[in-house]
């Protein structure tokens, strides 16, 4: 963690070495990819309070200490990476060791694994603490280290009464046995079926072998045993699905549908059987096919159910929270107006920095629309006015005897909305002649009707 005091040293002598600050803004803007006012937000003392009345810290200046992530992010984008050597090197982040550098052994007991060997070992994700936060890591473990960190569950019925003949202690000490000495499963049978109850050696030798898989433990080849074994597909390419299967989340249909053509396959279903054979085989345990669907059924990854991950994933990928493309918005400021001084936050032109309303290349434009819509104000043209107070003593005399600005409407053909609009205005502003001459024609059909009444 690096307190934010010293951070903000380097930042503002960072900005400082610009004309404008705006311009190490953009500079940070356009190496991360970034809008320029999350750089001006970040570097800042804004804060926030919640409906609770709890002060949070928008800017990273308001914060005690930022970390390790937050500070290189900067440095990366200002091209300042060498102060983690010189004014940071006290707090320079511990290094960390990458997945390759346990490929070859036991993380647990530092035993050598043989990938060349089938059975040899599983690469398992396990999660550790690193810089205060638990990261998850690709590991090797051995076949013994397997069997401890991953046990065989016991099966039970609805009652709960276990349904396995043999121990789960027992299963566990033959499976070292099986590693540790070689002996093969047919010969473990032999020895345990009479005594737990199995039809025959065979019988109990297969359910030692689909329990062990079945909680991923490695297997090796089953020496003197008849079964199909593919050779269209090695073990350097089977491991390397299984890469592609456990890391970037791809499904075994999709590998068969990538390598059915490459490896001499008919169809795709057939090559993804083959390769869950030979992952079988290997001790390799595939995922969960529901797991699998909820995992990859996203729109490129950036629509999950969660919409806290959801927003995350987008804003991390340069986009909006809904998923649209993000526009820069645009540097200049308002002139006029409420908002006058504040940062215009319209949407900016396609290739430039500011909006259409702050584009030079259309002053002109701006101007003679501007000149255009002078013209036409009443304020400008006070001879083609006339004052409401003229017709509006009428209208609301027919609206008290109708009681209704509906009937009106009906009666005069005039708009409800018209009626009621002018009604309400006060008598000192002006209307043009054309509504003027409208309305006075509309009530004037109202004389009639009047008479008729009257007689």
Known sequence: MIPSGVFRELAERWLSSFEVRE????????????????????????????????VGAHGWYAKDTLTEEEVDEFLTAAGLTHLWHTDLSEYQPPATAEDEDFHSTCVDCGTWIDWSQAGAGVTVEIGQVVNVRRQYRWFSLCPVCTSIRFPLPEKRDATGRVTTKMPV????AAYLEYVRKGTLAIRLGERLWQRYGYKSAQVCSNTLLRNWRDAGWPLRDRVGEKRKVNHRVSDATLRKAYELHMRRDMSLNEIGRRLYEKLGYKNPHSCAVSISDGWRRLGLKAR??????????????????????????????GLT???????????????????????????AIYGKAVCASHDPAADDARRANLARMRRRSLKQNPDATVAV????????AYHRRYRSWRVLAEITGIAESMLYRHAKRPPDQRMTIQTFTRLREGLDRLMPVELAAAA
Do not use: F
């Not at 490129?300 to 804003?315: A, F, K, M, V, Y």
């Not at 809904?322 to 908002?339: A, F, S, Y």
């Open 389 to 396: 107070g003229v017709i509006l003593p009428d209208l609301l």
């Open 288 to 317: 969960d096919r529901i797991e699998m669907t909820q995992t990859v059924s996203t729109k490129n990854g950036l629509s999950p159910r969660d919409h806290r991950e959801r927003r995350r994933r987008r804003l991390e990928a």
């Open 23 to 54: 311009e190490g803004l953009r500079l940070l803007s356009a190496a991360t990819e970034m809008p320029a006012d999350s750089w001006r937000k970040r570097l800042s003392e804004a804060t926030y309070t919640t409906r609770k009345g709890t």
């Open 321 to 347: 929270a809904k998923g649209k493309q993000r526009q820069p918005t645009c540097v200049e400021t308002v002139k006029n107006g409420d908002r006058k001084g504040e940062r215009c936050g319209r949407p």
């Open 169 to 172: 202690d027992v299963m566990h």
